[in-house]
Structures are given as structure tokens and as C-alpha cells.
């Protein structure tokens, strides 16, 4: 029972990302390359955001929400716009569309933000005695996330990538670029300042990303459509 809990939930946080992979074009033009590339910047970027964490945040015993914490938080996670800009614009792809770039990246990054946050916790978790809900929340947050990491992409391809996008979009595309680098820090405040429970939170962040993946996705048609 405790294996099969634990597959279950593996294949629920991580199942996913292969499922996008094979079931869109990226599989047909051999981008797993890209992906690669773009976990590994995930994982430097990942650890310059932890040395600022470590070196500007005060180590505190509550879980209480602290405001002046959260913001300094809120501008670290910055940190990955920056790395998602050097996937994007400074390694080096195959012959591949912009389309298929950006999806690339982000998948690439959403996984490795799941291998990293989420692989330990589920293998020392998910095989327990009990049965519990966390790690099934936990993967239905990783899908989340994956459609957030993604719609980031996208956005992020505009504002590097697209150079004739109408001019009335652009404050738009950098309003969406700070709702997705802040959502962090969203679910922080509403977990910590508000006391949401995990299905509640579930809920808005998948509610969240999907609406924030239909205006990407609407953007980039938009920008993309013949003049």
C-alpha cells in the first residue's frame, strides 16, 4: 500500500511534464536538449536565490507572516526572471521556433523545480504507514506550477524575443511577468496571513494558473497575428 501511495503521487507530480513532452510537437523536434539546458539554469539559479535567502533573511521560529520577510522574498524570486532570460536569449538551441523554444524552457524548469522541492519529501513522505492528503496536494501543486513556469515562458519570450508586439500590449505583458514572478509570495501570504488550508490553496493556485495561462496564451496569439 505505502509503494503504491508512493507512485501514485510520483506519477501525479512528475507524470505531467513527460505527458507534455511527448504529446505536444516538442517530442517530434528533439528539444529535450533545450530542457536540459534550462533545468541546469534552474539549478544555478537556484542556488543564488538560496545564497541571498541565507544571506538576507533572519531565521525565525514561527510560521507567522512577516511583511518585510515576505517582500524581501517577493524581490529574490526575481532571481528567476533573470535565469529564465538567460535560458531564453543567451544559451544556445537547436533550429527551433519561438513557440517551441519557450515551451521548452519552461518545461525544463518546471521539472527541475519539481525534482528539487518536491522528490525528497515525496520518497521520505509518500512511503509512510499512513495515508495522507499532502502529497497528493502536493502534486496537483506541481501541475500548477508547471502551467505557471510555463505561462512565464511565454510571457517572457515576448518581452526578449517578440520585438514588433503592439505597443498596447506591453504594459499588459509586464503586469502578467510580475503577477507570475510574485505568485510565490502570493501563496505565502494567503497561507501564513490568512491561515488558507491546503485544498483551499490548492484550489486558487490551480484557479490561478490556469486563468494566467489563457491570458499568456492570448498575448502571444496577439502578438503573433499578422499585421
Excluded at 511527448?22 to 534552474?42: N, Q
Excluded at 529564465?84 to 544559451?91: K, N, V
Excluded at 494558473?209 to 496569439?221: D, E, K
Amino acid at each position: 500500500m505505502t509503494l503504491f501511495h508512493f507512485l501514485n503521487c510520483a506519477l501525479l507530480t512528475f507524470g505531467p511534464h513527460a505527458v507534455y513532452y511527448t504529446a505536444t510537437p516538442l517530442s517530434e523536434y528533439d528539444t529535450i536538449g533545450t530542457c536540459v539546458k534550462a533545468a541546469i539554469v534552474y539549478l544555478g539559479t537556484a542556488l543564488v536565490k538560496l545564497i541571498c535567502l541565507a544571506t538576507f533573511l533572519e531565521v525565525s521560529d514561527s510560521d507567522s507572516f512577516n511583511p518585510y520577510q515576505e517582500l524581501l522574498k517577493a524581490l529574490i524570486g526575481f532571481i528567476d526572471v533573470a535565469g529564465l532570460y538567460f535560458a531564453l536569449t543567451q544559451l544556445t538551441h537547436r533550429n527551433i521556433s519561438q513557440n517551441h523554444k519557450f515551451q521548452a524552457v519552461g518545461l525544463g524548469w518546471a521539472f527541475a523545480d519539481s525534482v528539487l522541492h518536491r522528490l525528497v519529501p515525496l520518497w521520505v513522505g509518500a512511503r509512510g504507514l499512513e495515508f495522507t492528503w499532502e502529497y497528493i496536494f502536493q502534486g496537483i501543486e506541481a501541475n500548477a506550477d508547471l502551467v505557471l513556469n510555463l505561462s512565464l515562458a511565454a510571457i517572457g519570450s515576448l518581452m526578449w524575443l517578440r520585438r514588433n508586439k503592439p505597443k498596447t500590449l506591453i504594459p499588459i505583458i509586464y503586469a502578467c511577468a510580475g503577477i507570475l514572478a510574485t505568485m510565490p509570495s502570493i501563496t505565502s501570504y494567503l497561507r501564513r496571513a490568512l491561515g488558507w488550508q491546503p485544498p483551499k490553496l490548492v484550489a486558487f493556485e490551480l484557479s490561478s494558473s490556469l486563468v494566467m495561462a489563457i491570458i499568456s496564451w492570448q498575448l502571444f496569439s496577439a502578438c503573433h497575428r499578422p499585421v
